[in-house]
């Protein structure tokens, strides 16, 4: 389709644009927008109204040619706007910008070579060298996709869908992805999950994005939420890509410690004393209990084929990792939520120094939904992910209204002021 080459090239006049035909009259490289379209064919704009190259074989010849460069180009244009561009690896361009906010479905690969689902999202209007800022979202504990949090018992909260929306909004290009081992982002059987895994799989999603010619590469930042959180502030450590990383729900201290709070907050304070042996065991690597002992509200913490995993997660002191980052962090809690409480925020806080900052929202919970507690006897988190039986989501009236505007605000408006 392009025998002179000319889409491997850079445009002249932009050059963060790849090119789609070149000028019949001097050759030079062009655009979608520096394409002017003549009876003989496509012209720079300095070369309007010129002869071009060639003009004594016959302008009947060119016209011919002319349209013959305008179909190919048409169908290829068409083809990317009907299937989608396709995008599979980084470094795909986007040719055409989006009238509306685009979704693209995509993959990248992560750790070991897992293939990694992800979504997409370009904000109206986004082009190729626009240098807009991007976000990876990073999904929290458990079953867990690029769009939701799926608690037992109760239906799908879509928080990463939520904060993936609220930034196209604002003018930010977004990438969220099904962890590996949920929806798309198969393993093998018995393939085993690592904390480093998780890590290398996001550092993958922020390659793949600053390759995205819509993306200015230095201006990428992480959202994570709960464990995702964690896998951000350990990729923020080492990786000199991230400008900034917000931290929804994210434990400030050993994970056993949260756990241990959310189900004295919940009701289940007799099973503490048994969580917190399993887990002693787990780190000191004696092995999990054998399958069947343990109570169901504290066996779904303990999947048997995870061991590594389990050693790595609860072994990890936030705050230490913590003090390695040193680019702005807003840290995120709803005061609603049973788990992650003040002291976590501030534990963080303090261990990155003067670049974090915490914002606390009233009458949110986990997820940062908004709670009629006066609705929940017994329980102040309905949306709380660290516990099974708790609900994140349920019907109108049933105590959860929309998710916070004023947490959506702030975490907007502190990645505009970081990404700027």
Do not use: W
Not at 180 to 187: D, P, V
Not at 240 to 246: K, L, N, T
Not at 398 to 408: C, D, I, K
């Amino acid at each position: 389709m392009d025998p002179a080459g000319t889409a491997t090239r850079p445009c002249r006049r932009h050059p963060r644009r790849a090119s789609l035909a070149a000028c019949t009259t001097c050759a030079a490289s062009l655009c979608g927008a520096c394409i002017n379209h003549t009876p003989v064919g496509f012209k720079c704009e300095s070369c309007i109204g010129s002869a071009p190259v060639g003009a004594r074989r016959g302008r009947h010849a060119l016209v011919v040619a002319g349209s013959a460069i305008a179909v190919v180009v048409a169908i290829f244009l068409v083809s990317r706007l009907v299937g989608g561009d396709g995008a599979t690896a980084p470094g795909n361009r986007t040719l055409a910008a989006p009238a509306a906010p685009a979704e693209r479905r995509v993959h990248f690969d992560g750790a070991g070579g897992v293939a990694l689902a992800a979504t997409l999202n370009l904000p109206a209007g986004a082009a190729s060298g626009d240098g807009l800022p991007g976000v990876v979202i990073l999904p929290g504990f458990g079953p867990t996709d690029r769009d939701a949090l799926y608690p037992p018992s109760a239906g799908p909260d879509p928080l990463y869908r939520d904060l993936s929306a609220t930034l196209v909004d604002s003018g930010t290009v977004t990438l969220r992805y099904d962890k590996r081992g949920t929806g798309q982002s198969a393993l093998a059987p018995g393939e085993q999950l690592t904390f480093d895994d998780l890590v290398t799989d996001a550092a993958a999603a922020v390659g793949f994005l600053s390759e995205r010619a819509e993306v200015d590469r230095e201006r990428i930042a992480l959202v994570g939420h709960e464990e995702g959180g964690l896998v951000a502030l350990r990729l923020a450590v080492s990786d000199r890509r991230i400008a900034s990383v917000v931290l929804v729900s994210v434990a400030g201290r050993p994970l056993v410690e949260v756990i241990a709070d959310d189900f004295r907050n919940s009701g289940h304070g007799d099973d503490v004393e048994q969580l917190e042996a399993v887990v002693a065991r787990v780190v000191n690597g004696e092995g999990l209990p054998e399958p069947g002992t343990l109570p169901p509200s504290l066996a779904s913490f303990f999947p048997t084929d995870q061991e590594e995993y389990l050693r790595d997660i609860f072994s990890l002191d936030p705050v230490a990792v913590a003090r390695g980052v040193h680019v702005p962090v807003l840290v995120v809690r709803g005061e609603k939520a049973t788990g992650i409480s003040a002291a976590d925020a501030e534990a963080l806080v303090s261990a990155i120094g003067d670049d974090a900052e915490v914002v606390s929202v009233a009458d949110a919970g986990h997820t940062l939904l908004e709670i009629d507690s006066s609705h929940l006897p017994g329980t102040t988190d309905p949306d709380s992910s660290a516990h099974g039986s708790e609900s994140s989501g349920g019907p109108p009236g049933a105590g959860v209204r929309e998710r916070s505007e004023e947490a959506l605000a702030r975490i907007r408006e502190f990645l505009a002021s970081t990404l700027a």
